[in-house]
Antibody, heavy 119, light 108 residues
Framework: QVQLLQSGSELKKPGASVKISCKAS????????LNWVRQAPGQGLEWMGW????????TYGQGFAGRFVFSLDTSVSTAYVEINSLRAEDSAVYYC????????????WGQGTAVTVSS | SYVLTQPPSVSVAPGQTARITCGGD??????VHWYQQKPGQAPVMVVY???DRPAGIPERFSGSNSVNTATLTISRVEAGDEADYYC???????????FGGGTKLAVL
């Protein structure tokens, strides 16, 4: 079955780090670009950036360079986003989404991973 | 940076036609995609490349794009269409994806 499977919900304290995974199932991850999208509670979708699954090069959207790190482990068809120095405002649902190219948009999404940052 | 403007909400009676707009500078020259998101669920693409439908999306969903406005049209609206809808495009000036702010569709 073609799907993106994300890791489970996380509860973290401010200042900690979290690493979210997104595993490709039923297709070759390196045939697509892999995007990350954030959705804060009650808010809209915000593009965080993407990772080139062919060469591993990350590109960060506005406001996501620095504490956010995209990575890949092609041996297990999995992409990751690590968020360092967590703040309360990082509490959100994080989605991964695959994209063939910009003509076709993000046609497959993971189920989302909820991150809660609270002391 | 490129901005996409959507109305916060649209209301429609069952069986009627809903039109959700997405405004942007010269958006008609770009490829616009639309996503449906129901509460607690991940977004689902309903229209891509302005007016194409992914497999499994009902023909009731259609898109158009001209000059400064793209439109998602939902014909014969059903209660199950109640959701948030987002437009999206690739801004090739910044090389970034851009989402509209989203529109909540209420089925009265």
């Amino acid at each position: 079955q073609v799907q993106l499977l994300q890791s489970g919900s996380e509860l973290k304290k401010p200042g900690a780090s979290v690493k979210i995974s997104c595993k490709a199932s039923g297709f070759m991850l390196n045939a697509y670009s892999l995007n990350w999208v954030r959705q804060a509670p009650g808010q809209g979708l915000e593009w965080m950036g993407w990772i080139n699954t062919y060469n591993g090069k990350p590109t960060y959207g506005q406001g996501f360079a620095g504490r956010f790190v995209f990575s890949l482990d092609t041996s297990v068809s999995t992409a990751y986003v690590e968020i360092n120095s967590l703040r309360a405002e990082d509490s959100a649902v994080y989605y991964c989404a695959r994209e063939r190219n910009y003509y076709f948009g993000m046609e497959l999404w993971g189920q989302g991973t909820a991150v809660t940052v609270s002391s | 940076s490129y901005v996409l403007t959507q109305p916060p909400s649209v209301s429609v009676a069952p069986g009627q036609t809903a039109r959700i707009t997405c405004g942007g500078d010269q958006i008609g020259s770009k490829s616009v995609h639309w996503y449906q998101q129901k509460p607690g669920q991940a977004p689902v693409m309903v229209v891509y490349y302005n007016d194409d439908r992914p497999a499994g999306i009902p023909e009731r969903f259609s898109g158009s794009n001209s000059v400064n406005t793209a439109t998602l049209t939902i014909s014969r609206v059903e209660a199950g269409d109640e959701a948030d809808y987002y437009c999206q495009l690739w801004d090739n000036t910044s090389d970034h994806w851009v989402f509209g702010g989203g529109t909540k569709l209420a089925v009265l």
